[in-house]
């Protein structure tokens, strides 16, 4: 009984944090809880319909790169599979060019 | 097996070079493409600029794009080129046939899709017009 309180009070303490992990879960329990977290996933390039995604494309492809350098994972930029494999590969292109680093330090 | 593929070849020259020698290389290149039975269906300089970071200690170099029909042979030819030239400080050769296919592909999915639905949120073509409200009214109806 003690025990299923303190679960309870955990996943109650999770949910005011914002806590991510069990989306599935969180979905149901009420309006507004747990969905702050949860963006809407809009994929940029399907909106706009791009075939193809040109590596010389900077003004694009550095939306997509922040400053560390490193490619935005698609959880943030919410990007289709098919495009961020496009986009991917764009910047590597870029960068073997040395239009866009590959650390920066 | 459609014997003509599409080429870009993106290549650095040394800062050092002035214009005139990046013209001349560019021909030499061209001759080099039309000689081995290729067509050089553009070829464009995009100025010099600022290299992401240092090849061969140098901060900028003149970009130059290039971009050829052929059959492979004669990138073979103009690779072996420029990794001759010392001029050339990098070159970066990217099939485009496939991928321009492909996007044919894709668009011609598009056109089937639309003419399937002419309801449907055909216009915009995402996934969801107005973002918040449909995934809402999806729930409740749901």
Not at chain 1, 10 to 22: K, L, P
């Amino acid at each position: 009984m003690s025990a299923n309180y303190e679960e309870r009070n955990r996943n109650y303490e999770d949910r005011q944090r914002g806590y991510e992990g069990d989306e599935e879960g969180d979905r149901g329990r009420g309006p507004g809880r747990g969905r702050r977290m949860h963006r809407r996933r809009i994929c940029r390039f399907c909106i706009e319909k791009v075939d193809i995604i040109d590596f010389k494309d900077l003004r694009l492809l550095s939306n997509f790169v922040p400053e560390r350098g490193k490619i935005l994972p698609r959880r943030i930029s919410g990007n289709c599979a098919i495009h961020q494999r496009m986009l991917a590969e764009a910047i590597k292109r870029a960068r073997n060019i040395a239009l866009l680093p590959y650390t920066t330090d | 097996m459609a014997g003509q593929r599409q080429y870009e070849v993106l290549f650095i020259v040394d800062p050092a070079a002035d214009e005139d020698e990046v013209t001349k290389i560019t021909d030499n290149f061209k001759q080099v493409i039309t000689d081995q039975g290729g067509t050089v269906t553009k070829a464009e300089s995009m100025g010099r600029r600022q290299l992401a970071y240092e090849i061969l200690r140098k901060k900028e170099g003149t970009f130059v794009d290039l971009e050829l029909e052929g059959s492979g042979k004669e990138i073979a030819e103009l690779e072996r080129r420029m990794r001759v030239n010392d001029r050339i400080l990098r070159y970066l050769t990217v099939r485009m046939d496939e991928d321009r296919r492909r996007a044919e592909k894709f668009k011609n999915n598009r056109a089937r899709k639309a003419a399937k639905r002419p309801f449907g949120s055909g216009q915009t073509g995402g996934r969801r017009a107005t973002p918040d409200f449909a995934a809402s009214e999806e729930a409740s109806e749901a």
